[in-house]
C-alpha cells in the first residue's frame, strides 16, 4: 500500500511543480531577461526600444482617445511571472495599450504583469517632486486573478509509518508545493 503511494505521488510531483507562463513563449523570446526594474531606471535612455517583462500593482487606470495608460507599482516578479510581495518595490511605471481598458476591471490594486517595448519615459508629479517613470508600450500581458494574486492553494501528499508504543506505531513523511 504505502508503495502503491509513493509511486502515485511521484507522478504527481512533476506535474503539480509545472507552471503555465502568463506571457507566451514568442513573445519571452524577444524579452532581455537582463533588464531589471532597477536597471531600466538607472539606464532609461540606453534601454529604449528594448523589451522588457515587469510587474506590480496597478495604481491607476487612465482611459485616453485611442490608448489606456496604466500607472504601475513595480513588484519583483518571481519565476512564473507573478509579482511578488506588495511590499517590496523599486518604484512606478506606466505602461500604455492599445484600445480602451475598462477601469473597473484595470482596478487599483489588482496584480498585473506585463511585456512591453521600453518608449522613453515621463515626468508626472508626485505629491511634490516630479518623478520619472519609465514608460512602456505593452506587447502581452496578464491581468492577475484576485485569487492569483493573493497565492495559489497549496497541495499536500503525506505518508505514514508506524513508530511508538504498543503495536502500531506513528511517523509521516510529507511533499507539499
Not at 500500500?1 to 512533476?14: H, L, N, S, T, Y
Not at 538607472?42 to 487612465?62: F, H
Request: glycine share 12%; aromatic share 8%.
Amino acid at each position: 500500500m504505502v508503495v502503491r503511494v509513493v509511486i502515485i505521488a511521484c507522478f504527481f510531483i512533476p506535474i503539480a511543480a509545472c507552471a503555465v507562463p502568463v506571457i507566451t513563449p514568442g513573445t519571452m523570446e524577444t524579452v532581455d531577461r537582463t533588464i531589471t526594474f532597477s536597471t531600466l531606471q538607472q539606464n532609461l535612455d540606453a534601454m529604449v526600444d528594448s523589451t522588457v517583462m515587469l510587474g506590480g500593482r496597478i495604481i491607476e487606470t487612465t482611459p485616453k482617445e485611442e490608448e489606456t495608460w496604466i500607472e504601475v507599482l513595480e513588484n519583483p516578479l518571481d519565476r512564473n511571472g507573478k509579482p511578488m510581495s506588495a511590499d517590496l518595490s523599486s518604484g512606478r511605471f506606466l505602461v500604455r495599450f492599445q484600445g480602451f481598458l475598462e477601469p473597473t476591471i484595470y482596478e487599483k490594486g489588482r496584480a498585473l504583469t506585463v511585456a512591453g517595448r521600453v518608449d522613453g519615459k515621463v515626468i508626472r508629479p508626485i505629491g511634490e517632486i516630479n518623478y520619472t517613470y519609465p514608460l512602456l508600450t505593452a506587447i502581452e500581458h496578464h491581468l492577475w486573478d484576485i485569487d492569483e494574486a493573493a497565492g495559489s492553494p497549496r497541495f499536500g501528499i503525506g505518508i505514514g509509518i508506524g513508530l511508538g508504543g504498543g503495536t502500531r506505531g506513528g511517523g509521516a513523511v510529507g511533499v507539499e508545493f
